[in-house]
Structures are given as structure tokens and as C-alpha cells.
């Protein structure tokens, strides 16, 4: 569970950049396929930048998230969406959707396969006949950075983050807050990688047909490596 000054840090750092262009990405995906997409379910949606991009493309945008301070800047930011505290792991909207999204290697803080595999069964319950998921998870031939990186906040705050994989494959993405007067603050977010060959597996597992495997979402980016693989499925 992400912490108040981790949520606000992430909002006021730029991370917005990820979901600002995986939404432009999604866009030009509906574009080209000339897919009619009437709703979206961004799953994991942080502060909300996805579902605030694409309601402005005139789809019916939805988001949740487990953090609850994540969600709150999310509904600070358009409070004419519905932006829901949950657990993805047991979440239900109680609506179904054309597309369900889950972006920035969110899959990855979910620690263990049994409970990937419920929510694409979950998923698969709320989406539309013919409706899509797309995901992207962490490169498992990718490795952590293990040299800390620094920046300062224009408020005195001095940010350290660094990612460290332990003995048992999992990272660890450490943050410590600093500002003069005050005691430090750390926050310690756990994750792993997750086999692309079992995701697909626990997909077609659930019903779910299989579109796309790559590091890009769009065919024309492919000449650009990423750190993440997207992959795209329909409800069969």
C-alpha cells in the first residue's frame, strides 16, 4: 500500500508520463483496429491520468486502486469520474466494460501466480462479449538498478529511490524522504516477475484469446525496446 507522501510524490515527480503515453498509445490502438469503445476499467489507475485522457476522447472512463491517497488525487483531479478503493484481486465493478487496462508493471506487486489467475478470471466476468484487456508486466530479462538515484523537491524534500532484487527474485523499490526539521521517511514496495508464457497461459486458461505479445502495444514502435511487455487478449 502506497503511503500519502509516496502518492504525492509520484504525482508531483511527472510518473504521469507513463500512463499519459500508454493512454495516447491506447487511443491511436481504438484508431487503427476502428474499434468502437464505449467504456474503460484502468485497473491500478494511480492518480488517474489514463481514464483522465481518455474521457476526454469521449469514452466513459473508470479507474480503481487499492491506494486509497492515489484515489483521492485522482478524484481531486476529476471528480465527475468514478474512482474506486479496491483490491484487484477481488474487485467488482458491478458494470462490464468494452476495455479493461492495467499499466505501470501494476501485475507485478500481485506476489503470488493463484491470485493473477483470479483476477483474469474476475476480469473476464466484467468484460463485454469481444471486449479487450491489455496489460503490461516487467521484462524478466531486465535488471533492477541497484545504484540509488537522488533528486530535490522544490519544498526542501530530498527523494532517494533505488530498486534491488533479493535472493528470492523479488524486487524491492526502496524511497527515502528527507526534509530539514523532520524525521526521515522510508517506504519499501515489493514485486516480482512474472513468466510472460504463464500469463498467457492463466489468459487462454480463463477463456480470454490471445492478440499480442511484444514490447510494444503498436506495430511501429516495435523497433523500440522497453523495459515491459504488453500484451493484449479478448473475451472469446
Known sequence: MYSDLFCRIYDEYGWNYYPEAFAGKVLIWIRKNGLKIRNTLDLACGTGIFSDILSQHG?????????????????????????????????DPGRTYDLVTCNGDALNHILDSADVDRIFSNIYGYLNPGGFLIFNVLRNDEKPDEEPFDFDMEDGRKVTFQILQDAEGVINFHIRVVKPGQEPFEEVIREVFHD??????LLRKNGFSLLRRSGQLLEEDEDGREPTCIIVARKS
Open 196 to 201: 510472460p508464457d504463464m500469463l498467457c497461459s
Open 59 to 91: 469514452i466513459e472512463a473508470d479507474g480503481m486502486d487499492l491506494s486509497a491517497d492515489m484515489i483521492r488525487i485522482a478524484r481531486e483531479r476529476r471528480p465527475d469520474l468514478r474512482f474506486d478503493v479496491a483490491d484487484m484481486i477481488t474487485y
